[in-house]
């Protein structure tokens, strides 16, 4: 597959938006359009007092950055948070008791001693149910 390479305005306009990351974030909140924004660029240079508003200092840029990185790993806990199953969850908290018990009954036979054995914890599928004394 062959790359095109683009007009050098396009590519001297996509250094530029580098520069201003906030023309990014105005096109994504659809504030402006790319064409809208290109062509004022275009016509009005990048020196304008137009982009003064879009320029972030590099302190801020990668503050701005790392608040988008945490924002998608936000959104995407929250997905996987919201696409789970209760029952699943709980049938495989038990079945990891279970194994863990197991690995606990080799460890013990391989160790040669007998200390009394650990009762398993009984399964109840509410973990949250509470005995009255």
Do not use: C
Not at 2 to 22: D, G, I, Q, T, Y
Not at 75 to 90: E, G, L, Y
Request: net charge neutral; glycine share 4%; aromatic share 10%.
């Amino acid at each position: 597959m062959e790359s095109k390479s683009l007009h050098p305005s396009v590519e001297e306009f996509k250094a530029f938006v580098k520069e201003h990351p906030k023309i990014l974030q105005s096109v994504r909140k659809k504030e402006h359009s790319w064409q809208e924004l290109y062509e004022d660029w275009f016509l009005l240079g990048a020196d304008d007092p137009k982009w003064s508003k879009y320029k972030v200092e590099n302190n801020t840029l990668e503050a701005v950055e790392n608040k988008e990185r945490e924002k998608n790993w936000v959104n995407h806990i929250t997905r996987m948070i919201k696409n789970m199953d209760a029952n699943q969850v709980q049938h495989h908290i038990n079945q990891l008791s279970q194994a863990i018990g197991a690995i606990q009954g080799v460890l013990t036979q391989f160790q040669g001693s007998n200390p009394p054995p650990i009762n398993p914890p009984t399964t109840n599928n509410n973990p949250f149910s509470f005995k009255k004394d």
